[in-house]
C-alpha cells in the first residue's frame, strides 16, 4: 500500500471530531460504552499520528512535511491547507499523547457522560488542527473552535465557582482571538495580493511600523494563552475549578498553543519586529518566573498553588523564544513538551488526592502520606521532575534557556547578568514551594478526622499507569534528550537564522565576523 500521498493530516484531524458524532447514537446508560468507545477513538488516533510521523517525516528536513491543500474559496485563496514541520509535530504528537490520557482520567466522570466524551473527542481534533493549520483564516477558526468545548467542560463538570471561571476564561481567550483575525485579514489584504496561506504571508514585505503593530496585536492574543502576566488570571481561576482530565488538557496542551503561535506567527512570519519585541519578551518572561514562583508561595489552595507555578515555568518558553540563539530556542520548543508532560501529571494528582481527601486547602490535608504511600511517591516524583532534578526533562529544557540566552551576543553584558540572575533565583523559589508543598500534604501536622476516613485509599491500577505514562518520557528526555530534539533541530537552526539576520548587529556579524561585539543593537 502506498501510503505518500494519503491526506494524513486531515484523518487526524477529523477522525476525533467524526467519531464524537457518533456518540448520541451509541446505547449506553450508565456510560460505560461511550467512555471504551472515547478511549478507543483516541488510541487509533494516537497510533495513527506515531504512523504518520515514523513514516512520513525526515528529521533532517526543516520545512513543512505531510503537507495537504485543498482549496476552499478560490477568491480569497482560501484553503483547508495543513503541514507540519519541527516547530508543530512534537506538539501534535503530545496533544494525542495527553489527550489519550486524559480520556483514561476521565473514567469516573458519571454527570452527562456522552456530552462530556463529545466534548473530548471534539477538542482533540481541534487542538491537533491549531498545531497543523497553515492558513491563518483557518488558524483563528480552529483557535475558536477548541474555546467551546473548554468552556462546557468548566462550566458543567467544575467545582463551585464553575461558572465564573468558565465565563472569565472564554472572556478573556475571545477576546484575545480578535486581535488574531484583525491581524489576519489585515496581513491577508496588505499589498497587491489577497491570501491567507502562512507562507505567503511571510514572504510579504511588510513596513517596520506596520510590522511591529501587528506583533503587538498578536502578542496580546497569545499573551493570554500562554498565558504571559498581566493577562494570567483566567487560568488559577479555570484550574481551581477543572476535573482531572480538564487540568490535563489545560496544562498539557492549551497553555502550549500560546508559545507556539508566538513562535510560528510573531517570530517566524514578523522577524524585523521581533528584533524590537524580544528584550520585552525576556523581561515578562523574568516577571512570569518571579512573580509567579512568590505567589504560589502564598497559596493555600493546591490547585491554585500547582497552576502559578505552571505560569512560573511557562517564563521560561518566552526568554528561550527571544533569546536569538539555537540552544534558548530549542530550549523553549523542549520546555512546552516537558511542562505538558509534568503539568499534566501534577494536575492528575491533585484531582485523585481531592477525589480522597474532598478538600484542596493545605491546612486541612495532613498527614496523607501514611495511608496514601503510592501517591506520595507519584506525586513527589512529579514534584521532582517540576523543580527541575537532573534525570528529568525539566532540567534539561530550563538548562538549555539558561545557557541558550547567557550565551547570546544579541544582548548587552549588564542585561543579560540581571536576567540570569533573576533566572535562577525562580529556580532556587521552585524547589521551595513544591517542597514545602508536599511535606505539608502528606507529613504535615494530622488531620484526625482526615487520616482516619475509610475512603482514603491509596492509588489505584488505573492512576499507576497514567502516571507511569507521563514519567517515562519526562526521565526518558532527561536522561537522552536528542531522543525529542532531533525532531525539531533542523526548524529551529534555520528559524534562529532569520531571525539573526533581522538583527542588524547580529547579520553584520555574520558577514564580517572580526566586528566587535561591544555593543549590540538590542537589550540596551
Known amino acids: 500500500m502506498n501510503t505518500a500521498n494519503f491526506p494524513w493530516l486531515t484523518t487526524i484531524i477529523l477522525l476525533p471530531i467524526a467519531a464524537s458524532l457518533l456518540i448520541p447514537f451509541i446505547p449506553d446508560k450508565d456510560g460505560k460504552t461511550v467512555r471504551w468507545y472515547a478511549l478507543v477513538v483516541g488510541l487509533i488516533d494516537f497510533a495513527l499520528i506515531v504512523y504518520a510521523f515514523n513514516t512520513g517525516y525526515d528529521f533532517s528536513n526543516p520545512n513543512l512535511q505531510l503537507v495537504e491543500s485543498y482549496p476552499w474559496v478560490p477568491q480569497l485563496d482560501l484553503k483547508w491547507s495543513v503541514g507540519a514541520d519541527g516547530l508543530s509535530m512534537p506538539l501534535i504528537i503530545l496533544t494525542g499523547f495527553i489527550t489519550t490520557l486524559a480520556t483514561l482520567a476521565a473514567w469516573p466522570v458519571t454527570l452527562k457522560p456522552r456530552l462530556f466524551y463529545f466534548l473530548l473527542l471534539a477538542m482533540y481534533g481541534g487542538q491537533i488542527a491549531v498545531f497543523a493549520v497553515q492558513d491563518m483564516l483557518l488558524f483563528f477558526l480552529v483557535w475558536e473552535l477548541e474555546l467551546i468545548p473548554v468552556y462546557l467542560l468548566l462550566a458543567i463538570w467544575g467545582g463551585k465557582k464553575r461558572q465564573y471561571a468558565a465565563t472569565k476564561f472564554i472572556l478573556y481567550t475571545a477576546g484575545g482571538s480578535l486581535f488574531i483575525l484583525v491581524g489576519a485579514l489585515t496581513m491577508a489584504f496588505y499589498g497587491d495580493t489577497v491570501t491567507f496561506d502562512m507562507r505567503s504571508l511571510a514572504l510579504k514585505d511588510y513596513a517596520l511600523n506596520f510590522e511591529l503593530l501587528l506583533y503587538a496585536g498578536f502578542l496580546i492574543a497569545y499573551a493570554v494563552k ?299
Not at 526533562?393 to 547570546?408: D, I, R
Not at 482516619?452 to 499507576?464: C, G, K, N, T, Y
Open 226 to 524: 500562554l498565558p504571559i502576566i498581566p493577562l494570567h488570571t483566567w487560568l488559577p481561576d479555570a484550574h481551581g475549578e477543572a476535573t482531572a482530565p480538564v487540568h490535563m488538557l489545560l496544562a498539557g496542551i492549551l497553555l502550549k498553543m500560546g508559545g507556539y503561535a508566538l513562535i510560528r506567527m510573531n517570530a517566524q512570519m514578523l522577524p524585523d519586529a521581533h528584533a524590537y519585541f524580544a528584550p520585552v519578551l525576556v523581561i515578562l518572561g523574568v516577571v512570569n518566573i518571579i512573580y509567579a514562583a512568590l505567589t504560589s508561595f502564598a497559596q493555600r489552595n493546591l490547585k491554585r498553588k500547582i497552576a502559578y507555578s505552571s505560569i512560573s515555568h511557562m517564563g521560561f518558553v518566552t526568554i528561550g523564544i527571544a533569546s536569538f540563539t539555537d540552544l534558548g530556542l530549542s530550549g523553549a520548543v523542549l520546555q512546552m513538551v516537558s511542562h505538558g508532560l509534568i503539568g499534566a501529571s501534577l494536575f492528575f494528582l491533585v484531582g485523585a488526592t481531592y477525589d480522597r481527601t474532598h478538600t484542596l486547602m493545605l491546612d486541612e490535608m495532613g498527614g496523607v502520606g501514611k495511608r496514601m504511600r503510592k501517591i506520595f511517591a507519584m506525586f513527589t516524583a512529579c514534584s521532582m521532575a517540576s523543580l527541575a532534578l537532573p534525570g528529568m526533562s525539566g532540567f534539561v529544557a530550563e538548562l538549555m534557556v539558561f545557557v541558550g540566552f547567557a550565551t547570546s551576543d544579541a544582548y548587552n553584558p549588564t542585561f543579560k547578568v540581571i536576567v540570569v540572575f533573576l533566572m535562577a533565583v525562580g529556580v532556587i523559589l521552585t524547589p521551595i514551594y513544591l517542597l514545602s508543598m508536599l511535606r505539608e500534604i502528606f507529613y504535615g501536622k494530622e488531620n484526625e478526622e482526615l487520616v482516619s476516613h475509610q475512603a482514603l485509599i491509596d492509588a489505584e491500577p488505573r492512576e499507576v499507569f497514567i502516571i507511569a505514562c507521563l514519567l517515562v518520557p519526562i526521565i526518558g528526555i532527561g536522561f537522552y534528550p536528542k531522543l525529542l530534539t532531533q525532531m525539531y533541530d533542523s526548524t529551529t537552526v534555520q528559524l534562529t537564522e532569520r531571525l539573526r539576520d533581522s538583527v542588524p548587529t547580529l547579520a553584520q556579524q555574520k558577514e564580517a565576523p572580526k566586528v566587535s561585539l561591544s555593543a549590540p543593537a538590542i537589550g540596551n
